[in-house]
């Protein structure tokens, strides 16, 4: 992910998740203000917007950190 001053925007090899369906999958290019997410189940290549915000369809996905 990378922030700079018009805002913060997933960047290529970023792992995410569709919000509504859990279904998840990684950053394989980025183009202007979109980017192609691979999905992992299905290996097909979905569009979203590159901008993080609350109404964003896709949200980065942290593995679980173990302690």
Do not use: C, W
Not at 3 to 20: A, C, I, L
Not at 34 to 45: A, K, L, N, P, S
């Amino acid at each position: 992910m990378e922030t700079n001053e018009d805002g913060t925007y997933f960047q290529e090899g970023d792992h995410v998740r569709v919000k509504q369906t859990g279904e998840k999958g990684h950053v394989n290019a980025t183009d202007g203000g979109v980017v192609y997410v691979i999905m992992e189940t299905t290996q097909e290549t979905r569009i979203f917007s590159a901008l993080v915000d609350e109404d964003a369809y896709i949200e980065l996905d942290l593995p679980a950190v173990q302690a």
